[in-house]
């Protein structure tokens, strides 16, 4: 049974989107950046998920009035096109970007955990080759720990009737 009405519940999923947005940024030092949701299939910026060959990108011609139409790909993954996006927006060692990724992935498993639609965030940070240790990955956990809890504070302090038995809040921190 539904603890918020369904308007309450879409208040709470982007107030709670952006709070978690704005605290990523803040704990991890990113900016918010727009990616893109089309791609020119030449671009080399596009991941492709497969390595059989059995799941393939949304492909359709843009550019009506152009003389040659540009050859599209719906993205379906951004991991290329962050490492350029970081340069592009002049992120030194420290400082990273944030995005809100969309996708359609047509040839994707559907399941519990998958679907056709994807919208989920992804992050890249510029770090030095010797920050890449055990460490360092530890506090970038603590940093994103903090703000999920953070989240879910947040949450139950704005939409009270979140607040149940069924579901327990999250330890205050991680233990490794």
């Given at each position: 049974?539904?603890?918020?009405?369904?308007r309450q519940t879409m208040e709470a999923l982007y107030e709670v989107k952006?709070?978690?947005?704005?605290?990523?940024?803040?704990?991890?030092?990113?900016?918010?950046?727009?990616?893109?949701?089309?791609?020119?299939?030449?671009?080399?910026?596009?991941?492709?998920?497969?390595?059989?060959?059995?799941?393939?990108?949304?492909?359709?011609?843009?550019?009506?009035?152009?003389?040659?139409?540009?050859?599209?790909?719906?993205?379906?993954?951004?991991?290329?096109?962050?490492?350029?996006?970081?340069?592009?927006?002049?992120?030194?060692?420290?400082?990273?970007?944030?995005?809100?990724?969309?996708?359609?992935?047509?040839?994707?498993?559907?399941?519990?955990?998958?679907?056709?639609?994807?919208?989920?965030?992804?992050?890249?940070?510029?770090?030095?080759?010797?920050?890449?240790?055990?460490?360092?990955?530890?506090?970038?956990?603590?940093?994103?720990?903090?703000?999920?809890?953070?989240?879910?504070?947040?949450?139950?302090?704005?939409?009270?009737?979140?607040?149940?038995?069924?579901?327990?809040?999250?330890?205050?921190?991680?233990?490794?």
């Open positions: 049974e539904p603890l918020l009405t369904p952006r709070y978690i947005e704005d605290n990523l940024c803040k704990e991890l030092n990113l900016i918010m950046v727009q990616c893109p949701l089309i791609m020119d299939k030449h671009s080399g910026f596009n991941d492709y998920l497969d390595r059989d060959g059995s799941r393939t990108p949304v492909e359709f011609p843009a550019g009506l009035g152009l003389e040659k139409r540009i050859e599209t790909q719906v993205v379906q993954a951004v991991t290329k096109w962050k490492r350029w996006a970081l340069k592009q927006y002049g992120c030194e060692v420290g400082q990273g970007i944030n995005t809100d990724m969309r996708a359609v992935r047509k040839d994707y498993f559907l399941d519990h955990d998958h679907s056709s639609y994807v919208d989920q965030w992804d992050w890249e940070k510029v770090i030095k080759a010797e920050d890449r240790t055990l460490d360092t990955l530890k506090d970038v956990v603590k940093k994103l720990w903090k703000v999920i809890k953070g989240a879910e504070q947040f949450a139950l302090e704005n939409w009270p009737a979140l607040r149940s038995d069924k579901y327990p809040e999250l330890p205050d921190e991680l233990t490794f």
